[in-house]
């Protein structure tokens, strides 16, 4: 075993546990704030050490593979835009129809009638629990094959990867989108609807106009980050041909051999997107939480 493969071992199997323990310990109920241990900060020190190591190994360390980087977006930025830009658009319009096929399936999850919440439950636990790559087999190779007794096989079952994407991601989005709504219809208080009701709404402008507003607003930070997971789990899009980000990195890396480096030029596009959803979602939800505080 090499000495760099000895460190990486130690860091991660003895230095990491030991900062991390360490933390624990001092933050122990009861423990002294202003009192630090010296094995907190020894711990801590090995720690920023072994990131400092890591952040030189990946800059400095690898300047010559940042040059390819830097080399394959000269070279074939308009490939790769063109598929970010689908990327972004499969993800807004399948997240939009999600939304639509979530509120509906929330409202009826959480209604006082039994057959639409045992079909919308049905209908979330599918999606939720089956792998979102089957699912896109399924519509893209799958449906085709099908046959309707009397009918045969509709021509509107052979969807080109486009159609098969936006319908994959939209009904496995609009799962978790409906738990997500549904948790917030499920945080509004009793005496909402009640209110709502005595002055002369029926069930369903109650539900409408004074419930899912407010749950809207609960969810919305949980909404940004399953929007953000809709933009990665795009992708798998690439498995049925559809020519997305990943799809258009990795025509670029047969073409041009250097696979790794246009990988890289792609993680860094899907970042560019995803790190402010993440950002944006965690403010909402601290701006959220003191509102109802």
Do not use: H
Request: glycine content about 6%; proline content about 4%.
């Amino acid at each position: 075993m090499s000495l760099v493969a000895l460190a990486a071992l130690l860091y991660f199997v003895v230095i990491l546990p030991a900062w991390i323990a360490a933390e624990v310990w001092a933050a122990r109920p009861g423990a002294a704030s202003s009192k630090k241990t010296a094995a907190l900060w020894i711990t801590r020190a090995f720690a920023l050490a072994g990131v400092a190591w890591v952040l030189y190994a990946m800059t400095v360390g690898a300047s010559e593979f940042w040059k390819d980087v830097w080399d394959q977006w000269r070279d074939y930025y308009p490939e790769l835009l063109r598929g970010y830009r689908n990327t972004i658009v499969l993800s807004l319009v399948s997240f939009a129809l999600a939304m639509l096929l979530g509120a509906v399936v929330a409202l009826t999850r959480t209604s006082d009638f039994l057959v639409l919440r045992i079909v919308s439950g049905a209908y979330i636990e599918w999606f939720r629990n089956t792998p979102l790559l089957i699912q896109l087999f399924f519509w893209f190779f799958g449906l085709p094959r099908l046959e309707l007794p009397g009918i045969g096989r509709p021509d509107w079952f052979l969807l080109s990867p486009w159609e098969a994407s936006i319908v994959g991601l939209t009904l496995y989005t609009g799962a978790y989108t409906a738990e997500a709504l549904r948790s917030g219809l499920l945080s509004i208080d009793k005496g909402q609807t009640e209110a709502a009701r005595s002055v002369g709404l029926n069930y369903v402008q109650t539900r409408v106009y004074v419930v899912a507003p407010q749950a809207f607003r609960v969810a919305v930070p949980l909404l940004t980050s399953i929007f953000s997971a809709l933009f990665r789990n795009s992708a798998l899009c690439s498995s049925i041909g559809l020519i997305e980000l990943l799809r258009a990195a990795l025509n670029v890396g047969e073409e041009t051999f250097q696979t790794y480096e246009v990988l890289a030029l792609a993680g860094i596009l899907y970042l560019s997107l995803t790190l402010p959803l993440a950002w944006a979602s965690n403010r909402l939800e601290r701006r959220i939480a003191r509102s109802r505080g």
